[in-house]
Nanobody
Framework: QVQLVESGGGSVQAGGSLNLSCVAS????????MGWFRQVPGKERENVAT???????AYAASVKGRFTIGRDNAKTTLWLQMSSLKPEDTAIYYC?????????????????WGQGTQVTVSS
């Protein structure tokens, strides 16, 4: 089991930037896929960005061009650089990892999740 701890959330005005980090412990190096997901209370959790072991990244259409996902396999760290933030980006952001070799964009088989970090963007 991989343990994940996010940091870097906070409050920012629209147009601003935030960087999220996720430190993994346990057998994180074996995680083929890692990703960032977000959830607003009362709504389903949605994919934000995912990245595989070879650093192939995928993004939700709503964040493409504004967010950048990256991972350092040696340090088992995942990050998300967010810029040009919008109020609609407000959510709890979760880091996740999975050991199964499936499509990284598939959310339901991620088996390790962080506790989440709040991102609030004000207009």
């Amino acid at each position: 089991q991989v343990q994940l701890v996010e940091s870097g959330g906070g409050s920012v005005q629209a147009g601003g930037s935030l960087n999220l980090s996720c430190v993994a412990s346990g057998y994180a190096y074996g995680s083929h896929c890692m990703g960032w997901f977000r959830q607003v209370p009362g709504k389903e959790r949605e994919n934000v960005a995912t990245i595989d072991h070879f650093r192939y990244a995928a993004y939700a259409a709503s964040v493409k061009g504004r967010f950048t996902i990256g991972r350092d396999n040696a340090k088992t760290t995942l990050w998300l650089q967010m810029s040009s933030l919008k109020p609609e980006d407000t959510a709890i952001y979760y880091c996740a990892a999975k050991s199964v070799r499936s499509d990284c964009w598939r959310q339901d088989d991620y088996n390790s999740w962080g506790q989440g970090t709040q991102v609030t963007v004000s207009s």
